[in-house]
């Protein structure tokens, strides 16, 4: 068996080859926090059949699953609790981040001794434990909405010998009693960023989180908070993927086939699986309708459709056989998409820091820095 001491030395190694880990501080953090504890025994595998099974992993395999820099072990499906091996689910709902994402975050949350953090998503604990070595168990507030999970993670925490306050509840809202925090930090996406988060960040402060598309595409954004209550800031050159915050997540309506009749249809500009695999691209096109859910469907045949449904009533369907879309609604939502791609392939397929968001008390938009901007629902 190879030891724990070599495991650690093997992912600090890993995340310096990978250009993360270059505060000496949040070395340090990575060097001392036992990681293996904040991997679960039971872990959610993907088989080839798109379905997730329950495994549980024998002591070494958990030691290599926790110590790889790019492994995102899978840590509870569908919300569901007290799985057993074998149990097989569709959805992922819970995971401990891979860990070279993790120190990426936290070094981007550009933190200095003596700051409180705000965590908006607990999963494992990890992250909450990484802050905790580096700023102190009192500077470190963690929210989890899933009280599974939450429970989970505090045991890990006290197992490592971590002591961060540990809320159970909606992140949406923050946790008003430990503000005001310098920093907030969310290891789930968001469609817009809850206003809650800016009024409880000092002026100064700052924000990081995951802007999530309909697509499942996110784009990091770090928002300078200000002391009008405003908060703006540019998208960081690195696209992300996370879970979405649970009161961010498809809408789960109900199926609206019965109300298409016969909708006009036109051929499609762009195919959407020419978005499939690249996620900047897709969260770009997909800024109109970020207030849309978007989902695929197979007919008998395997023939596929793409969906997009809004709370407007505003429907498509792309048909990729017929290279069509139908649409119904206030809204032609695919062609809203195509649209803004369109634009940017056009504008020279611009990068991310060329985006940004600005949040006051009323609303919120991203914007590129030609002026074009898209408002958000929140």
Known sequence: MTSIEAYRARLVDQLVRAGVLTDPAWRAAVETVPREVFVPRLVWLLGDDGWYTARELDADQRLELAYDARLTPVTQVDDLVDARPGDRGRCPSSSATMPELVVTMLEELEVSDGQRVLEIGTGSGYSAALLAARLGDDQVVTVEVDPAVAAAAGEALTTAGYKPCLVTGDGAAGWPDGAPY?????????????????????????????????????GLVRLDVRGDGTAAGRLLARDVAFMRLRAHRPAGRPDQAERFGDPPTRPITLDPEELIGDRFPAWVAGLPVIDADASVGRGEDESASYWLEADDGSLAVIDMPQQQTAYVGPRDLWGLVEDTWRWWVEAGRP??????????????WIWHESGRIWELPA
């Open 351 to 364: 990068g991310p820091w060329t985006f940004g968001i600005t949040v006051t008390p009323e609303r919120q």
């Open 182 to 218: 310098d920093r907030v930090i969310a290891t789930c996406s968001v469609r817009w960023i809850p206003y809650a988060w800016v009024e409880q960040t000092r002026p100064g402060g700052l924000i990081l989180a995951p802007l999530a598309g309909p697509f499942g595409n996110q």
